[in-house]
């Protein structure tokens, strides 16, 4: 005969409540690890006259972007419009940022600033690699 525990539960439900459990777990633990992990994407630009260093970032998409960018000279910013994106760096400062490339596509990067009419030659681009 089966004895009841202290709770009220015999040894064998016991064990079968806790093969239930491991099964579980195993099962929980199998599906998230087929599950794409999110990438993630570090950039040090630096911006001088009158260009960006590096010119082309390149991610995939729904990677999360951090941006440190650094300014060798005067002010810049980095704008992005379609990410909605303006960063400004003040002179010989350092701004970091971080998005999510949520839009797969090429998408041009730029100074807006107009304390020199140089700052507008200032291009590069952001290359969004479609996700699998």
């Known amino acids: 005969m089966v004895r009841p525990s202290r709770d009220g539960r015999s040894r064998s439900d016991t064990i079968l ?11 929980y633990a199998a599906s998230h690890a087929q599950e794409p992990a ?3 994407r570090s950039f040090t630009v630096t911006a001088s006259k009158y260009t960006f260093a590096p010119v082309r970032l390149e991610v995939a998409q729904d990677d ?3 941006v440190t960018m650094t300014s060798a ?4 910013s980095f704008t992005i419009d379609a990410y909605r994106i303006d960063r400004r760096v003040g002179p010989k400062q350092t701004v970091t940022f971080e998005f999510r490339a949520t ?12 304390q020199d009419a140089r700052c507008k030659d200032m291009h590069g681009e952001l290359v969004v690699n479609k996700g699998q």
């Open 17 to 27: 409540l806790a093969l239930v459990m491991v099964t579980v777990c195993a099962g």
């Open 38 to 40: 999110q990438g993630q």
């Open 64 to 66: 999360l972007v951090k």
């Open 73 to 76: 000279d005067i002010a810049h």
């Open 103 to 114: 839009q797969s596509g090429t998408f041009k990067i730029y100074c807006k600033l107009t």
